[in-house]
Nanobody, 130 residues
């Protein structure tokens, strides 16, 4: 069973950058599609980005396209979300999630839907404020 752990959250000014990482202590993350979700206070948890197990397929919600980049290193068993040009509306708790499935153009379902993911991390706080 996966045990996902997020790291890299923190406080950043608008326009700044943060890098989030997701790792699995069991070292089997390479078999899974991995996604990042976020949840702001009083709002629903929303999908931000996903990446297929091979890294060939990715997807982003419209509001982060061109600013966020998801990547993975299967040798190191990690998935990274590089967040640039951060805005106050990007703030929230960011969760790493995983499932057997697809991400990107090959998906025949909503690969940024929380219902598609079975394993979740505890979350990392991202605060964007001046």
């Amino acid at each position: 069973q996966l045990q996902l752990v997020e790291s890299g959250g923190g406080l950043v000014q608008p326009g700044g950058s943060l890098r989030l990482s997701c790792a699995d202590s069991g070292k089997t993350l390479s078999y899974y599609t991995v996604a990042w979700f976020r949840q702001a206070p009083g709002k629903e948890r929303e999908g931000v980005s996903c990446i297929s197990h091979s890294g060939d397929g990715t997807n982003y919600r419209d509001s982060v396209k061109g600013r966020f980049t998801i990547s993975r290193d299967n040798d190191k068993n990690t998935v990274t979300l590089q967040m640039n040009s951060l805005k106050p509306e990007d703030a929230g708790i960011y969760y790493c999630a995983a499932a057997f499935g697809t991400c990107g153009p090959a998906s025949q379902y909503d690969d940024l839907s929380r219902e598609e993911y079975d394993y979740w991390g505890q979350g990392a706080q991202v605060t964007v404020s001046s």
